[in-house]
């Protein structure tokens, strides 16, 4: 189980970096397709324990002849003393997974009853707009931003404060909103989690994961631009709401218009981006594309035998540890059954075997039918100790071959902890002065994350910084505020000439 468990790990890891790879060879192709193909990539990863099961065996079968080598076996008559146990490292393993498995779904099922209170205590609206279309509009006091929720019956929540926007605020939001209920994206979002939860201990697919909700976000936003909203008001209007919501992140399980925000308005000022729709053909198109791509790494398997298969090798004995000869050795596992004879020293071998669990059934006249599973690994030989009893029950014993070497674990760089927004195709940071801790936060323990939006100006000096958010302590966001303001960029420029654009500096403040 764990040979079967460690596969599919690395096939879902190999078919996420297929997909980075595949949504960087089109990334000059709209955000639409881009999240089309990470769809995809996720359902394959899915389906990739059911793919495993069912691939088509390379090695050898056990229905066909195996070749039986008998080693030479010194016959005693001597007692055997029993075989020491091995330590039960994969049930450690699996004990650890299940927990990391439990606790993301505790997470889900926690997302999942927190949109349903937002629904229960929602109040419905009466919005005339041409772009309501069929679906529910809502609103709640406890909705920080807007959100779409429901896979089957979906809903549009706005928060209670919706009422002071400007008409055409209200209208993208709800372009935004709408869209993500004509993508069925609540419906897609549960690939990625579903997967996550699975392959918790994976950091690549919690990247992926990220890139999805991403390139979701960027999908609904081009729809805004393509209705005929403009880029720099829908911007301005992502980060007034953003201000007075105070919010950083979004719940994973909720369509927010918060992700990635300093992303998605570098997008925005983009006009250059691609954001051509989608017709459900093309999209179908892509999604056929990347599956024929991606299944191969999730079903076929590798083709060198002798690499991949593994051995089991025992001797029968009574319990005086005397040899039982021409005993039947019957042998049942992932690609079948085979009965083997052992010799006249009571010795079997069977080679070529696929990597699994094997059950063995051993039955001699006169001695109790034991029964044993053991596991093979690939490029290891399993040597089980067979010692029959008389009128007793059958034990089960598992016997681990050794090994196999694993390539050593790059860890990732850590990530910088000051991130530019905005354009950051031109603007250059030249000049930085870091924070300095104020002594009172320090005295006081206090840590936390500033975030900072402003304006790199025309000559590349900070303008109108301000932080977002109000949940900051105040002597952390004066100190951040204090070091931005003295920043110097190379300005952004668009055709040769400087233009001021928007930046978002997140500064996070730790003691050590």
């Not at 694993?406 to 760089?413: E, G, K, L, N, S």
Request: proline share 6%.
């Amino acid at each position: 189980m764990i040979e079967f468990f460690i596969e599919c790990s690395v096939r879902v890891a190999a078919i996420m970096a297929a997909a980075f790879l595949i949504t960087w060879l089109v990334r000059s192709q709209s955000a639409a397709l881009r999240h089309i193909a990470w769809t995809a990539a996720f359902a394959v990863a899915l389906a990739t324990p059911l793919l495993v099961r069912w691939a088509p065996p390379t090695v050898a079968p056990l229905s066909l002849p195996i070749a039986i080598q008998v080693d030479a076996v010194t016959t005693s008559t001597a007692p055997r003393k029993p075989a020491p146990k091995s330590l039960p490292y994969k049930q450690a393993t699996a004990g650890v997974w299940a927990a990391g498995c439990l606790v993301c779904a505790i997470r889900m099922m926690r997302g999942a009853m927190a949109a349903r209170a937002l629904r229960r205590g929602a109040h419905t609206l009466d919005i005339h707009t041409e772009v309501r279309g069929d679906v529910a509009i809502a609103e709640n006091d406890s909705a920080a931003v807007a959100m779409t929720l429901g896979v089957f019956r979906p809903l549009v929540l706005l928060p209670t404060h919706y009422r002071d926007w400007h008409p055409s605020r209200l209208r993208a939001v709800l372009l935004h909103e709408l869209a993500h209920v004509r993508r069925r994206d609540c419906l897609a979002r549960w690939l990625p989690q579903i997967v996550c939860a699975l392959h918790w201990f994976n950091p690549l697919i919690w990247l992926a994961r990220a890139q999805m909700l991403c390139e979701s976000e960027r999908a609904c936003d081009d729809a805004v631009l393509n209705a005929g909203a403009s880029g720099p008001d829908f911007a301005r209007d992502l980060l007034a709401i953003a201000e007075t919501s105070g919010l950083k992140g979004a719940d994973p399980m909720l369509v927010t218009i918060a992700t990635r925000l300093e992303r998605r308005i570098a997008r925005l000022l983009d006009a250059s981006a691609n954001r051509r729709p989608m017709s459900r053909v093309h999209a179908l198109g892509t999604a056929a594309v990347v599956l024929v791509l991606l299944l191969p790494l999730a079903a076929v398997r590798a083709q060198a035998p002798g690499a991949q298969t593994g051995a089991l090798s025992g001797v029968i004995s009574d319990p005086s540890g005397a040899v039982i000869a021409n005993a039947v050795v019957n042998l049942s596992g992932p690609a079948g059954k085979l009965a083997i004879a052992a010799d006249p020293r009571g010795a079997w071998t069977a080679k070529n075997l696929a990597p699994g669990r094997y059950q063995i059934d051993v039955s001699v006249p006169g001695f109790v039918a034991l029964r044993q599973l053991v596991d093979v690994d690939a490029g290891a030989t399993a040597q089980v100790k067979q010692a029959l009893t008389i009128g007793q029950v059958a034990e089960r014993v598992t016997v681990v071959g050794a090994a196999v070497s694993r390539p050593a674990v790059t860890q990732a760089a850590p990530a910088q902890r000051i991130r530019v927004g905005g354009n950051i195709q031109a603007a250059k940071l030249i000049s930085k002065t870091d924070p300095v801790y104020p002594d009172s936060a320090r005295q006081q323990g206090l840590e936390g994350t500033v975030l900072i939006q402003a304006i790199i100006g025309k000559t590349g000096n900070i303008m109108d910084a301000h932080v977002l958010g109000n949940d900051t302590p105040q002597d952390l966001a004066q100190a951040a505020l204090d070091a931005v303001r003295t920043w110097q960029y190379q300005p952004s420029r668009l055709n040769g000439e400087p233009v001021e654009v928007i930046t978002t500096v997140t500064i996070n403040f730790q003691l050590r």
